[in-house]
């Protein structure tokens, strides 16, 4: 399958602990995104790297927050210090930037990361 | 603040009836529009819209985008039990290189038998 792969699928943490999601992009895209999505409302963007670099990151993305896309290809995101308001579905999606396609740009979704901090 | 609305949140029809469900948009440096479907699971992308008054059809979905009146429409005719899901609405946000999807909350569709 070369579609977008995340893991693990679930977890569940207490408060105070640290957690770390791995997202493996399809192997062409250039570009990763993170995304958290709770119960009932869409997906809300966190960060996105092009390459390596990160060049974005939202407000939602607190100082317990930091993702890393070393070599440009897998990137994680770690939370540290978990509340209970982080219990989410997070979500990582992969593209190719328009530079490269010579259009708009399409991203693709992994199956995500359930995270139910207790 | 970008936003995207959709409407309605949800929506309960019977298989066969034909559903058409609205996205309006309020997107800076706004490029395209998607369209996905989600269910248990992370979004499946369905349509890409860039330019305005073309629709896209893939089987029984087809969506068109106004870029006058920042809206969009996904219709779904002949409905399926299987189409029952969450559809989502996304605008693109093409600040300087940057590219990222502003999403509206949703349309749970639900086809009954």
């Known amino acids: 399958d070369t579609g977008v792969s995340q893991d693990p699928r679930h977890k569940i943490t207490k408060r105070g602990q640290n957690v770390t999601f791995r997202c493996d992009p399809i192997?062409?895209?250039?570009?990763l995104y993170w995304y958290r999505q709770t119960l009932g409302q869409g997906p809300e963007f966190l960060t996105y790297?092009?390459?390596?670099?990160?060049?974005?990151k939202s407000r939602l993305l607190s100082d317990r927050f930091s993702a890393e896309r070393p070599k440009g290809s897998f990137s994680t995101l770690e939370i540290q210090r978990t509340e209970q308001g982080d219990s989410a579905m997070y979500l990582c999606?992969?593209?190719?930037?328009?530079?490269?396609?010579?259009?708009?740009?399409?991203?693709?979704f992994g199956p995500g990361t359930r995270l139910l901090v207790l | 603040e970008d936003k995207v609305v959709q409407s309605p949140l949800s929506l309960v029809v019977h298989e066969g009836d034909t559903v058409t469900l609205n996205c309006s948009y309020e997107v800076t440096n706004f490029r395209s529009l998607l369209w996905y479907k989600q269910e248990k699971k992370a979004p499946t992308f369905l349509f890409m819209l860039t330019s305005s008054g073309i629709e896209k059809k893939s089987g029984r979905l087809s969506s068109i985008l106004d870029k006058k009146e920042l809206f969009s429409i996904l219709n779904i005719t002949a409905t399926q039990t299987g189409d029952s899901a969450v559809y989502l609405c996304a605008g693109v946000n093409y600040g300087g290189s940057q590219g990222n999807l502003i999403f509206g909350k949703g349309t749970k569709l639900s086809v009954k038998p």
């Open positions: 790297f092009q390459n390596e670099a990160q060049l974005e």
């Open positions: 192997s062409e895209h250039n570009r």
């Open positions: 999606a992969s593209s190719l930037s328009p530079h490269i396609t010579g259009g708009a740009e399409t991203q693709y």
